[in-house]
Each structure stands twice: as C-alpha cells, then as structure tokens.
C-alpha cells in the first residue's frame, strides 16, 4: 500500500545563538583559534605586541554574533610598515628639521667622505637604535608591513571553510 509520510521540522533560530548553543560555541570556538594563529604569527621580537593580542566573541543581534580579535596600539606600525613601507628613511625630530643636510651627510659618509664639514654639527641628528649594543644612525629605512593580524586569520580561514580569506593589502 502507497504511503506519504509527511515530516515537520521545528527550528527556532535564534536558540542556536544563545550562549552554549551551537553557533555559540562556533564562534567562541573559532575566535580562540583566530587568536592562537594571530600570537603564533606575532614577530618574535615584539613580546609586548604578542601580549595585547585579545579575542572575544559575542551575540549582536537575533541572528547574528560576531568574533572580534584586536592587538595593541604600537602594533599598527608593524601591521602596516613605516616610511612608505620601507622606500623611505625616519629621522630623529632635529634630523627631520634637517633633512637636507641629514641627507648631505648620508650620502657624503657612504661615500667615504668627511661627514661634517667644519661649521657643521651633528649634534641632535643621530637615532640611538638598540641591537644589541647601542648603535648611531643619521637615518633608518622604514620597515615593510608585516600584517601577522591578516595571517593569522587566513590560516584559521583555511581550515574552516564558513570563512573567507582576506587579501593582504600591503604585500607586494
């Protein structure tokens, strides 16, 4: 004998978004993983940057959750590089003020010449940069952008497939 069965399937929606439910537990879940790639792809050298990596997912509508994953302020000159991302130089502030002469004197001590001349002083113009020791420099080139935000998440976006990779603006 024929039959027709006929099934009826209740959801709520809104349910799933509720803390400890499904997309929940999605979010809080993937937002950790986003955070542990960020820290993983944080440059060795910037222990305070690693440190300011947070992550926090949360409900902003019916049907709607967002995770968010921030990092410290000082790390917006890493994400997005300096000086034309590494095409141009960083002065001190007297240097800057300088420029001209800066400039003059760079090009004449790559040239093995007498770097100030007699009336000339350096005096302010120099960067103390720390490598180690401590090292004086007229000028330093910027550096390129190293978005290890953006990497991070494309890592975790490669194993989930509900995201989307993002392009890296700033690569080359």
Request: no cysteine; charged share 25%.
């Amino acid at each position: 004998m024929p039959k027709v069965v006929y099934t009826s399937i209740l959801v709520y929606p809104e349910v799933l978004f509720d803390p400890g439910h499904e997309v929940d537990r999605w979010f809080v879940q993937t937002t950790a993983e986003v955070k542990s790639a960020v820290r993983a792809h944080t440059p060795k050298r910037t222990g305070k940057t690693r440190a300011s990596v947070t992550g926090r997912s949360s409900r902003i509508g019916a049907l709607q959750s967002q995770g968010v994953v921030s990092v410290g302020g000082a790390a917006k000159y890493v994400l997005g590089g300096t000086a034309y991302q590494g095409r141009r130089y960083i002065y001190s502030n007297a240097g800057w003020a300088n420029k001209a002469q800066v400039d003059l004197v760079a090009r004449r001590t790559a040239a093995g010449q007498r770097a100030w001349g007699k009336d000339e002083s350096g005096r302010g113009m120099y960067l103390a940069i720390r490598d180690g020791g401590k090292k004086y420099h007229l000028r330093v080139h910027g550096q390129k952008s190293n978005n290890f935000l953006i990497d991070g998440y494309n890592d975790v976006a490669r194993r989930h497939g509900a995201l989307k990779p993002i392009r890296n603006k700033f690569l080359f």
